[in-house]
């Protein structure tokens, strides 16, 4: 099994900043991808941003220049740098992996169990 633990959450002002992070645990092998995605009230979830083990990164257009994601792979952990935060970046944020287990050698998908961005105006 594998665990994601996010922290970072909390409540900031439009035009503050926070930062996500996110640990992968457990029986990992390698990890192939690691990403950020947010659901608010009443919409759906939404990609917010990945990375892949070569380093690529990936945004979704209302978060480009403002939004930075990280990756430290000797900690299987994964930061979400947020700048400028705007009241519509409000939202659960949860933590994404997709891993090689060590064990089964199985690609395997895993969700954390997200953590709350409330941003005021």
């Known amino acids: 099994q594998v665990q994601l633990v996010e922290s970072g959450g909390g409540l900031v002002q439009a035009g503050g900043s926070l930062t996500l992070s996110c640990v992968a645990s457990?029986?990992?092998?390698?990890?192939?991808?690691m990403a950020w995605h947010r659901q608010a009230p009443g919409k759906q979830r939404e990609l917010v941003a990945s990375?892949?083990?070569?380093?690529?990164?990936n945004y979704a257009d209302s978060v480009k220049g403002r939004f930075t994601i990280s990756r430290d792979n000797a900690k299987n952990t994964v930061l979400l740098q947020m700048n400028s935060l705007k009241p519509e970046d409000t939202a659960v944020y949860y933590c994404?992996?997709?891993?090689?287990?060590?064990?089964?050698?199985?690609?395997?998908?895993?969700w954390g169990k997200g953590t709350l961005v409330t941003v005021s105006s």
């Open positions: 457990g029986r990992i092998f390698s990890i192939n991808a």
């Open positions: 990375i892949f083990s070569a380093g690529i990164t």
């Open positions: 994404y992996t997709l891993l090689r287990e060590r064990a089964s050698g199985k690609s395997m998908e895993y």
